[in-house]
């Protein structure tokens, strides 16, 4: 008795599909890279671009390590851009207090735990929809910044965190063998192997530990996770609490970039967060998105304003592009998915 | 021997069921059920829809509670507070819409809540030998541990949860409809895959309409009939016939009235529709007076033919007229102004709008008609309108003014068909219209269409239960890989014709 009326999916065709959803990104960044090539002026094409660049990719980065985890549950989180401020205004009283680098650095990352906490507690003990309750702790993690801020920038020494973010880092620190060996396109911003280092350690968080599994398990199909015995709740708090830690991180960073505590800085950042995690293959709908996928995507964003500001495209021209970009991918995934359903 | 025997008969049943009622607001879901399962059974649950076979499962599930009446596995009380708890009693659920997670491989989905794992991360060393040794146990050679979920058809993630419940050690496996959305290749692989379980010791809860299946594969059966054990026997004992007089307790005629009907000109005429995907080829004409039924198998296409014939699919061929009208292109709107109502099959979404009221839900395609010039609409007006209709579906509510939501699902159906009424519809497409609606607010359903035919309307109603469109219908048209077949009248269809057409005559 043949109830079901549909042929399966060849395996060509599977296979097919997953070597886009891998090279798809890949093509997007060389498409944005090979434009500016002939658009921008020559310095766009040079290590010293690419550097700077890699350098502007850290903050969206950062918080798209994050935000890959809360997508692929199938959650959203739009209160980064205010995350990321808030924790650079709380390092930067810290350092101001005189505390020091490494634990200002570490009250910075806190409190974009504690953003996290209020997402993560809302979403599931009240069980309200992510997109209200970070929305609602994108204006209230702003004005908290600004309170302490006192609405102003916060002038503080920012010491080594500076180096972070520094194109041309001081590395008299290293062992000398490791200096004068060292081929100058490999003297990064630190900030860029910080965010290298964390994307392994979230890849493998996601691919290989049971958070990941139940990551991926509630963004697929939250009630049978819960069926199955997955704490969904909690596992659920803990990927928002890690995804603002990671805003938080880039807040710190932010400080180190900016060297003030800056309660206005990345307003509107959670675009291009949730476009990287997007462009890199994520669906909104939960589930997938993988972080190399979001590393591209983050770099694809920090390539395209970098060549827009060398081609002397103005400002607003760059965030009406951010804004179709977004719909452009959240369109691509859709015709992808119904695909996939039909 | 003889003590053998008597051993045998003293060992209690894998699964006992005694007295269990379920009560869901005022509605009787279940009144005194009993059954027994033995260990190494099959044994199949009967009943028509609304007969209370998943509310039973439910609760054998862990999902509701009983109010009254007991359940014993292996001779211990059996009174399970969640569905893990009913799991670590060895009791293991088959949905028809089955609990998988597409993103995750097979080896994920299996250890999905239960993983071991050292500092977090994953040990799946052990899982991963249990589940090759019961993919090896099935003979299951079309997928292995890594494959992806998304990437395996239903059938191969039936085979999946069976797995699933098996690494588990599950004792007692219940199939909800099992083979509803399978090719018939998986179907027989999932018999002798169930073989291979019941000869392991596994007790199979075997839940179908699907009679032949039954005879197949089944050891015993028990009979529900209005939340009640009707009947039990030995499937090899009982006639089919037999076992549908105990489902239906009544004869097939006293179930769909039939008023005579008098065939009138051609209403609606459809030649040569094609969706984008599905239908491929769609051609038929409704008359007057008629019921013309369609009939087709889960996926055949039923579905998009009214959807794409209605405008709210994109066709890319096909020749529609409506008395002769012709219409180019199809939009939902000025079908409703012509007097052609769609009905859908999913009524908590497309049907009613369950938190409107009775009357605005009857009002809500005719409001332009009760609004005043400025546009404003009273509510008194809306409520006298639908007043006419309570009596004339017999709407079992008390006021117009209760949300749709509390109704009955046959209730909710007659506020849907009202809504179409209401707005001057006199041609019907109906979508599984008496879809997850207990049996005697069905035959109300039915008296309902009959009259409407009856009174000169012209009804087209797409089914996936036979034995309804071959007692309401006047010609019956099967569908299969969106291709609709001629429309052929009643008598000359048996339920063996239609389903192999259905089938493309495989069955």
């Given at each position: 008795?043949?109830?079901?009326?549909?042929?399966?999916?060849?395996?060509?065709?599977?296979?097919?599909?997953?070597?886009?959803?891998?090279?798809?990104?890949?093509?997007?960044?060389?498409?944005?890279?090979?434009?500016?090539?002939?658009?921008?002026?020559?310095?766009?094409?040079?290590?010293?671009?690419?550097?700077?660049?890699?350098?502007?990719?850290?903050?969206?980065?950062?918080?798209?390590?994050?935000?890959?985890?809360?997508?692929?549950?199938?959650?959203?989180?739009?209160?980064?851009?205010?995350?990321?401020?808030?924790?650079?205004?709380?390092?930067?009283?810290?350092?101001?207090?005189?505390?020091?680098?490494?634990?200002?650095?570490?009250?910075?990352?806190?409190?974009?735990?504690?953003?996290?906490?209020?997402?993560?507690?809302?979403?599931?003990?009240?069980?309200?929809?992510?997109?209200?309750?970070?929305?609602?702790?994108?204006?209230?993690?702003?004005?908290?910044?600004?309170?302490?801020?006192?609405?102003?920038?916060?002038?503080?020494?920012?010491?080594?965190?500076?180096?972070?973010?520094?194109?041309?880092?001081?590395?008299?620190?290293?062992?000398?063998?490791?200096?004068?060996?060292?081929?100058?396109?490999?003297?990064?911003?630190?900030?860029?192997?910080?965010?290298?280092?964390?994307?392994?350690?979230?890849?493998?968080?996601?691919?290989?530990?049971?958070?990941?599994?139940?990551?991926?398990?509630?963004?697929?199909?939250?009630p049978t996770a819960r069926l199955c015995g997955v704490p969904v709740e909690r596992t659920k708090f803990?990927?928002?609490?890690?995804?603002?830690?990671?805003?938080?991180?880039?807040?710190?960073?932010?400080?180190?970039?900016?060297?003030?505590?800056?309660?206005?800085?990345?307003?509107?950042?959670?675009?291009?967060?949730?476009?990287?995690?997007?462009?890199?293959?994520?669906?909104?709908?939960?589930?997938?998105?993988?972080?190399?996928?979001?590393?591209?995507?983050?770099?694809?964003?920090?390539?395209?304003?970098?060549?827009?500001?060398?081609?002397?495209?103005?400002?607003?021209?760059?965030?009406?592009?951010?804004?179709?970009?977004?719909?452009?991918?959240?369109?691509?995934?859709?015709?992808?998915?119904?695909?996939?359903?039909? | 021997?003889?003590?053998?025997?008597?051993?045998?008969?003293?060992?209690?049943?894998?699964?006992?069921?005694?007295?269990?009622?379920?009560?869901?607001?005022?509605?009787?879901?279940?009144?005194?059920?009993?059954?027994?399962?033995d260990m190494g059974e099959v044994h199949a649950l009967l009943g028509e829809n609304g007969a209370g076979?998943?509310?039973?499962?439910?609760?054998?599930?862990?999902?509701?509670?009983?109010?009254?009446?007991?359940?014993?596995?292996?001779?211990?009380?059996?009174?399970?507070?969640?569905?893990?708890?009913?799991?670590?009693?060895?009791?293991?659920?088959?949905?028809?819409?089955?609990?998988?997670?597409?993103?995750?491989?097979?080896?994920?989905?299996?250890?999905?809540?239960?993983?071991?794992?050292?500092?977090?991360?994953?040990?799946?060393?052990?899982?991963?030998?249990?589940?090759?040794?019961?993919?090896?146990?099935?003979?299951?050679?079309?997928?292995?541990?890594?494959?992806?979920?998304?990437?395996?058809?239903?059938?191969?993630?039936?085979?999946?949860?069976?797995?699933?419940?098996?690494?588990?050690?599950?004792?007692?496996?219940?199939?909800?409809?099992?083979?509803?959305?399978?090719?018939?290749?998986?179907?027989?692989?999932?018999?002798?895959?169930?073989?291979?379980?019941?000869?392991?010791?596994?007790?199979?809860?075997?839940?179908?309409?699907?009679?032949?299946?039954?005879?197949?594969?089944?050891?015993?059966?028990?009979?529900?009939?209005?939340?009640?054990?009707?009947?039990?026997?030995?499937?090899?004992?009982?006639?089919?016939?037999?076992?549908?007089?105990?489902?239906?307790?009544?004869?097939?005629?006293?179930?769909?009235?039939?008023?005579?009907?008098?065939?009138?000109?051609?209403?609606?005429?459809?030649?040569?529709?094609?969706?984008?995907?599905?239908?491929?080829?769609?051609?038929?004409?409704?008359?007057?007076?008629?019921?013309?039924?369609?009939?087709?198998?889960?996926?055949?296409?039923?579905?998009?033919?009214?959807?794409?014939?209605?405008?709210?699919?994109?066709?890319?061929?096909?020749?529609?007229?409506?008395?002769?009208?012709?219409?180019?292109?199809?939009?939902?709107?000025?079908?409703?102004?012509?007097?052609?109502?769609?009905?859908?099959?999913?009524?908590?979404?497309?049907?009613?709008?369950?938190?409107?009221?009775?009357?605005?839900?009857?009002?809500?395609?005719?409001?332009?008609?009760?609004?005043?010039?400025?546009?404003?609409?009273?509510?008194?007006?809306?409520?006298?309108?639908?007043?006419?209709?309570?009596?004339?579906?017999?709407?079992?509510?008390?006021?117009?003014?209760?949300?749709?939501?509390?109704?009955?699902?046959?209730?909710?159906?007659?506020?849907?068909?009202?809504?179409?009424?209401?707005?001057?519809?006199?041609?019907?497409?109906?979508?599984?219209?008496?879809?997850?609606?207990?049996?005697?607010?069905?035959?109300?359903?039915?008296?309902?269409?009959?009259?409407?035919?009856?009174?000169?309307?012209?009804?087209?109603?797409?089914?996936?239960?036979?034995?309804?469109?071959?007692?309401?219908?006047?010609?019956?048209?099967?569908?299969?890989?969106?291709?609709?077949?001629?429309?052929?009248?009643?008598?000359?269809?048996?339920?063996?014709?239609?389903?192999?057409?259905?089938?493309?005559?495989?069955?």
């Open positions: 008795m043949a109830l079901e009326d549909q042929p399966d999916p060849g395996p060509s065709a599977v296979a097919a599909r997953q070597v886009m959803d891998l090279v798809g990104p890949f093509l997007g960044l060389i498409v944005v890279v090979g434009l500016f090539g002939a658009v921008a002026p020559e310095g766009f094409l040079s290590v010293f671009n690419a550097k700077t660049i890699a350098t502007q990719t850290v903050i969206v980065g950062l918080a798209a390590i994050g935000a890959t985890f809360i997508i692929r549950s199938g959650g959203i989180d739009l209160s980064v851009g205010s995350t990321v401020a808030l924790a650079s205004v709380v390092t930067a009283l810290a350092m101001k207090a005189g505390l020091g680098e490494l634990p200002s650095a570490l009250l910075g990352v806190l409190a974009g735990a504690a953003v996290g906490a209020i997402n993560g507690g809302l979403v599931t003990i009240l069980r309200l929809p992510p997109f209200i309750v970070t929305l609602g702790t994108l204006g209230a993690a702003r004005g908290a910044a600004k309170w302490l801020a006192d609405e102003q920038k916060v002038d503080a020494p920012s010491g080594w965190l500076k180096q972070f973010m520094s194109k041309n880092p001081d590395i008299s620190g290293l062992p000398e063998v490791v200096r004068e060996n060292l081929p100058s396109w490999l003297i990064l911003a630190p900030g860029v192997w910080l965010m290298g280092l964390s994307a392994l350690c979230a890849a493998f968080l996601l691919r290989r530990t049971i958070f990941g599994a139940w990551t991926t398990a509630i963004g697929s199909n939250e803990a990927i928002y609490v890690l995804a603002s830690a990671m805003a938080g991180l880039a807040g710190v960073l932010q400080f180190g970039r900016l060297t003030v505590g800056d309660p206005t800085t990345a307003m509107g950042k959670e675009l291009d967060v949730i476009a990287a995690v997007v462009i890199g293959g994520a669906s909104l709908s939960g589930g997938t998105g993988t972080i190399l996928g979001a590393m591209i995507g983050a770099f694809l964003m920090a390539t395209l304003a970098n060549g827009c500001n060398l081609s002397g495209v103005p400002n607003f021209v760059q965030e009406i592009l951010v804004g179709a970009i977004i719909v452009g991918a959240v369109t691509l995934d859709g015709l992808r998915s119904r695909r996939e359903g039909s | 021997m003889e003590t053998g025997a008597v051993l045998q008969r003293r060992r209690p049943p894998r699964l006992q069921i005694k007295g269990v009622c379920k009560r869901f607001g005022g509605v009787h879901a279940l009144r005194g059920v009993d059954l027994e399962a076979k998943s509310t039973l499962m439910k609760i054998v599930a862990g999902a509701h509670a009983p109010d009254e009446g007991e359940l014993w596995i292996d001779g211990a009380p059996f009174a399970p507070s969640s569905p893990r708890e009913a799991r670590d009693r060895g009791v293991a659920m088959i949905y028809q819409e089955l609990n998988l997670c597409p993103h995750l491989s097979v080896l994920e989905n299996v250890t999905l809540g239960r993983e071991r794992a050292r500092f977090g991360v994953k040990r799946l060393g052990a899982a991963r030998s249990r589940l090759n040794q019961v993919l090896g146990d099935l003979d299951v050679k079309s997928f292995s541990g890594d494959s992806m979920v998304s990437e395996l058809g239903p059938g191969d993630r039936q085979l999946v949860e069976i797995a699933r419940a098996l690494c588990f050690d599950a004792k007692i496996i219940v199939f909800d409809e099992p083979t509803s959305s399978l090719s018939a290749p998986d179907v027989e692989r999932l018999f002798r895959v169930t073989r291979r379980l019941v000869e392991s010791g596994v007790t199979v809860l075997w839940i179908s309409h699907f009679l032949d299946e039954v005879k197949a594969i089944g050891n015993r059966f028990t009979v529900l009939r209005d939340g009640e054990t009707v009947g039990r026997g030995d499937v090899p004992e009982t006639s089919t016939e037999e076992m549908v007089t105990t489902m239906a307790g009544r004869s097939v005629e006293e179930a769909y009235p039939r008023s005579p009907r008098s065939l009138g000109d051609v209403v609606l005429s459809v030649r040569g529709l094609a969706g984008s995907r599905s239908p491929r080829e769609a051609s038929f004409e409704l008359r007057s007076g008629e019921i013309l039924g369609v009939f087709g198998l889960v996926g055949a296409g039923r579905t998009e033919m009214l959807r794409s014939l209605y405008g709210l699919d994109p066709i890319s061929a096909g020749d529609l007229q409506l008395r002769g009208l012709p219409i180019r292109r199809p939009r939902p709107r000025h079908w409703v102004s012509l007097g052609v109502g769609l009905l859908s099959e999913d009524r908590a979404n497309e049907g009613v709008a369950l938190d409107l009221s009775i009357a605005d839900n009857v009002t809500l395609s005719s409001v332009r008609r009760l609004a005043s010039r400025l546009g404003t609409v009273a509510r008194r007006a809306r409520e006298q309108a639908t007043e006419p209709w309570r009596e004339r579906l017999s709407l079992r509510a008390g006021s117009t003014r209760q949300p749709v939501r509390d109704l009955s699902g046959g209730n909710q159906q007659k506020v849907a068909i009202a809504r179409l009424l209401e707005c001057g519809a006199d041609t019907l497409l109906l979508d599984e219209p008496t879809r997850g609606i207990d049996v005697g607010a069905r035959v109300e359903v039915y008296r309902l269409l009959d009259r409407l035919a009856a009174e000169g309307k012209a009804i087209l109603m797409v089914s996936s239960h036979l034995p309804e469109l071959l007692g309401t219908c006047d010609r019956i048209a099967v569908m299969h890989r969106g291709v609709l077949g001629a429309a052929r009248p009643c008598e000359d269809w048996t339920e063996d014709a239609a389903l192999a057409a259905a089938t493309g005559g495989t069955h």
